[in-house]
């Protein structure tokens, strides 16, 4: 086999345990939140650790192997992943357990960053990289396929740990592959790290999506909150000050002023703040609402999952033959159309009121999914594939991250509203109890809860919580869904085609063997 498809593998499987990782980890949070003796923050962190820390970080990994070597720097990210996957499956605490998904973080953005460029490599634009994106697009889609059927299968057989321990061989297999069969590139023109970036960076964003996940608790007048967001504010001022003045800065602004690199990292931003970030609610719903096994849970993602897997290879093959930008406006705004089906949920619907909502929100997913990752790396020099594929997938991270806390403290302010009305007049709507009786609902404790109020009050305060519950999640549900419907009108005006490289080259493309011993 060629060793561009031995490349295309080896990124494919992964992107694939990446990913994977996410979307089983939905479907265990219930049974973590009681293995853990977890809180709702402590779940939002479960997807937040991992993220900052991959944003964050992601940056600097494709500067960092633009200039030590992609193959070298994937091998790295592997080894980490897959040992902070081991620290994953062990720990013994909630604080525990998110530190090891921020390492998990570092060795996911060092992947993520060098992922893309290793196919642009071995792949000329045109015909055959849309090709190689498709396909690509499609591990994307069975890997959110059967994530939460795996997730459910192992977390109600073996255990949630196992949802981890399942990194550990296939982390060792494209180590495998990427020693003996993967090229060396570097750019040779990168010298230096921007680490005042990095720094400033990465803090702004912490302080960010700290300040938005403890608003509701806090208070959002709190000087805690907000001293935290003047801080993420006067930082992210100065990471701009910062790259417009390095010499080789971790996000050269000039980039921007090409309106398809912006509509490409827009619309990247809005997939992943609405949906992906959603999922975390939705699976809440089906578990601790419903009260689905995950497994269960997962059978009934199969159909946004499932959807998915079918038309990305569709959006590779149609890669080079329609307008990016059309192929993005419509694929998010079947996004944000499937938001807006999923919500105005009530209390006597099942599970089938998200279907038309998952049938259509999972075409469009699959749609965009290739279409984003092709013209990521299309719309800049080839040397400097690793810098943009970097800041592409900081853009879905930072849209995850901020998304969960967003719709988290919206979840909970417009649930413990909710609360606060139907429970009027009694003691369940006084001081921080709506609130807390949110949380213990999205959190699966909501038993527990109630097991501490004083006998009368409980049926009181249950259906508060669930018409508070159910009150949030169609809030941010709709709230998502125009998140999607502005990327979709955002990425048809700015994506043009004129500024993607589409050139078939003249002759057939085969990158020289590098490979170090």
Not at 5 to 23: E, G, K, P, R
Not at 56 to 64: E, P
Not at 314 to 340: D, E, K, M
Request: charged residues 15%.
């Amino acid at each position: 086999m060629q060793r561009k498809w031995w490349t295309l593998v080896a990124v494919s499987v992964a992107t694939f345990m990446l990913l994977l990782d996410i979307t089983v980890v939905n479907v265990a949070l219930p049974s973590i939140r009681e293995d853990l003796d977890a809180s709702f923050t402590d779940l939002q962190w479960v997807f937040d650790a991992y993220a900052l820390s991959l944003a964050a970080l992601v940056l600097t990994a494709g500067s960092l192997a633009d200039r030590l070597g992609r193959r070298r720097a994937f091998a790295a990210g592997l080894v980490i992943f897959s040992a902070a996957s081991l620290l994953c499956a062990l720990a013994p605490s909630p604080v525990f357990l998110n530190v090891s998904r921020a390492v998990q973080g570092v060795g996911g953005a060092v992947m993520f960053a060098v992922s893309l460029a290793l196919v642009a490599q071995e792949f000329p634009p045109g015909r055959e990289r849309g090709t190689a994106m498709g396909i690509y697009g499609a591990t994307i889609g069975v890997a959110v396929a059967v994530g939460p059927l795996v997730g459910g299968a192992l977390t109600d057989s073996l255990g949630w740990e196992w949802i981890f321990y399942l990194n550990l061989p296939i982390g060792v297999a494209v180590l495998a592959v990427t020693f003996l069969k993967l090229a060396e590139s570097r750019d040779p023109n990168a010298t230096r790290i921007d680490w005042a970036g990095v720094v400033t960076f990465s803090s702004a964003l912490f302080l960010l999506v700290l300040a938005l996940v403890r608003g509701n608790a806090e208070g959002w007048g709190s000087a805690l909150i907000v001293s935290l967001f003047a801080g993420a504010v006067v930082l992210l001022g100065a990471f701009v000050v910062v790259e417009r003045r390095a010499p080789e800065p971790m996000l050269p602004l000039g980039l921007f002023r090409r309106h398809a690199f912006t509509g490409v990292q827009l619309a990247a931003f809005a997939v992943s703040g609405s949906l992906f970030a959603l999922f975390l609610y939705l699976t809440l719903y089906l578990q601790n609402y419903l009260g689905l096994s995950p497994f269960a849970a997962g059978v009934r993602y199969l159909p946004i999952t499932l959807l998915s897997f079918l038309v990305a290879p569709l959006a590779g093959i149609l890669l080079s033959r329609v307008q990016a930008r059309l192929l993005l406006g419509v694929g998010l705004a079947a996004v944000g159309a499937g938001l807006l089906l999923m919500g105005g949920l009530r209390p006597e619907d099942t599970w089938t009121g998200l279907l038309a909502g998952f049938l259509v929100g999972g075409a469009g997913v699959g749609l965009i999914n290739p279409v984003i990752a092709d013209v990521a790396v299309s719309v800049v020099p080839k040397e400097k594939s690793g810098m943009a594929a970097g800041i592409n997938d900081t853009f879905r991270q930072v849209g995850i991250a901020v998304g969960i806390a967003v719709w988290g403290a919206v979840f909970v302010g417009r649930g413990s509203s909710t609360v606060r009305e139907v429970a009027a007049g009694t003691p369940i709507a006084e001081g921080p109890r709506p609130r807390e009786l949110i949380e213990a609902a999205s959190s699966g404790s909501l038993p527990q809860a109630l097991a501490a109020l004083p006998e009368p009050a409980r049926e009181a305060a249950s259906a508060a919580a669930r018409a508070g519950f159910l009150d949030g999640l169609n809030l941010v549900l709709l709230l998502g869904g125009l998140v999607s419907l502005v990327g979709a009108v955002l990425a048809f005006w700015l994506v043009r085609e004129e500024e993607i490289d589409r050139h078939e080259p003249a002759e057939p493309h085969e990158p020289p063997e590098t490979q170090e011993s």
